[in-house]
């Protein structure tokens, strides 16, 4: 038997062993995430602020890093505040937005509902 084999053959044993004590206390399985981390409460507010223009203004949270506004299920922007100007609608129609808030990591962290407004002339 070389150096290598009895090496091969100590690990492969020692790992056996280790496997055994995890599934006898529990362990050694599949990892299943049961459930996500939970998502602070943001609120949300929609003003029409001009002939085609929304505010969106909402609540902060101090794990936030960024927030991704997000209108009708796409990305608008991405910024720092807490309020953006939406000068992009259209008279007659309606529009949904959210808010997401991530932490530095990139995670999200807080989200609002989503909220909608129609454009009325």
């Known amino acids: 038997m070389t150096a290598f084999t ?15 004590s995890l599934a006898a206390c529990g362990g050694g399985g599949d990892v299943t ?5 939970a998502v602070a409460p943001l609120t949300l507010a929609l003003t029409r602020v001009g002939p085609e223009a929304v505010q969106v203004d909402w609540s902060d949270d101090s794990y936030v890093a960024s927030f991704q506004v997000v209108r009708d299920g796409y990305p608008l922007a991405t910024v720092t505040t807490t309020s953006l ?28 509902s989503s909220g909608c407004i129609t454009i009325i002339p």
């Open 6 to 20: 009895r090496s091969f053959l100590l690990r492969s044993v020692a790992a056996l062993i280790i496997s055994g």
């Open 33 to 37: 995430v049961v459930a996500s981390p």
């Open 85 to 112: 100007v939406d000068a992009s609608v259209l008279v007659n129609e309606t529009y949904c937005y959210q808010v997401q808030g991530y932490d530095a990591a990139g995670q999200l962290v807080a989200a609002t």
